[in-house]
T-cell receptor, first 110, second 114 residues
Framework: GIQVEQSPPDLILQEGANSTLRCNFS?????LQWFHQNPWGQLINLFY?????KQNGRLSATTVATERYSLLYISSSQTTDSGVYFC????????????WGAGTKLIIKP | DARVTQTPRHKVTEMGQEVTMRCQPI?????VFWYRQTMMQGLELLAY????????DSGMPKDRFSAEMPDATLATLKIQPSEPRDSAVYFC????????????FGPGTRLTVT
C-alpha cells in the first residue's frame, strides 16, 4: 500500500522562528490534507492541497504531486502552533480513505 | 459555525460494560468516518459511511464493535462488551464526496475502560 512519511519526527523551536515540515508519499494521490492536532487533542484542518500552493495567514503549503511530496511552512512561530502536524493522503483507488503519516511533533518555546 | 459534534467527550467504564458514542456530522455532509487514536497505533480508520450506507468496516473488531447511521444527522459507535484495550480517543469525521473530499473532525470521545 501507499506509504506516507513525515519529517522531521520532532522539532523544537523558539517563538518567532520559521519551520518547514515535509510529507513524502509513495504513490499518486487524489487528495492530500494537512492537520494540526493541538495539545488538547483536537484535529484541525489546515489545508486541503492535492497540488499547488495555498496560504492561510502564517501558514502555507505546497504539494508537488508529480514528485510526490508536500511541504508545510510555518512562519513567525507562536506557542499556540505547538502540537502534532499530520499529513494524510487518499489513494487514487481508495474510495475516500485517508492514509496517515506518523506526524511531526512541534514544540514552540516562548 | 458548522462543526462535527461528539458525545460524550469523556467516558470511564468498567470492563464488560456497553459503550455508545454518538456523532453529529456537519449538516449536508454525506460521508462519516470513525477513527480510533492510541499512542501505540496512531490514527486507525474503524469504519465509514456514505449516504448512511456502510462502505467499509474492515478496521473494526466485528465481534464487539458495531457502527450505524440511524439517520443523516446521527452516527453511533457501540462497543459491547468493552475491554481495557479499547481505551483510546475515538474521533468522528465528516465530509462531502461531492466537494473537495476534505474531512472535518469532531472533538473526540476519550474512552477509558478499567
Amino acid at each position: 500500500g501507499i506509504q506516507v512519511e513525515q519529517s522531521p519526527p520532532d522539532l523544537i523551536l523558539q517563538e518567532g522562528a520559521n519551520s518547514t515540515l515535509r510529507c513524502n508519499f509513495s504513490d499518486s494521490v487524489n487528495n492530500l490534507q494537512w492537520f494540526h492536532q493541538n495539545p488538547w487533542g483536537q484535529l484541525i484542518n489546515l489545508f486541503y492541497i492535492p497540488s499547488g500552493t495555498k496560504q492561510n495567514g502564517r501558514l502555507s503549503a505546497t504539494t508537488v504531486a508529480t514528485e510526490r511530496y508536500s511541504l508545510l511552512y510555518i512562519s513567525s512561530s507562536q506557542t499556540t502552533d505547538s502540537g502534532v502536524y499530520f499529513c494524510a493522503v487518499e489513494r487514487m483507488d481508495s474510495n475516500y480513505q485517508l492514509i496517515w503519516g506518523a506526524g511531526t511533533k512541534l514544540i514552540i518555546k516562548p | 459555525d458548522a462543526r462535527v459534534t461528539q458525545t460524550p467527550r469523556h467516558k470511564v467504564t468498567e470492563m464488560g460494560q456497553e459503550v455508545t458514542m454518538r456523532c453529529q456530522p456537519i449538516l449536508g455532509h454525506n460521508t462519516v468516518f470513525w477513527y480510533r487514536q492510541t499512542m501505540m497505533q496512531g490514527l486507525e480508520l474503524l469504519a465509514y459511511f456514505r449516504n448512511r450506507a456502510p462502505l467499509d468496516d474492515s478496521g473494526m473488531p466485528k465481534d464487539r464493535f458495531s457502527a450505524e447511521m440511524p439517520d443523516a444527522t446521527l452516527a453511533t459507535l457501540k462497543i459491547q462488551p468493552s475491554e481495557p484495550r479499547d481505551s483510546a480517543v475515538y474521533f468522528c469525521a465528516s465530509g462531502s464526496s461531492g466537494e473537495s473530499y476534505e474531512q472535518y473532525f469532531g472533538p473526540g470521545t476519550r474512552l477509558t475502560v478499567t
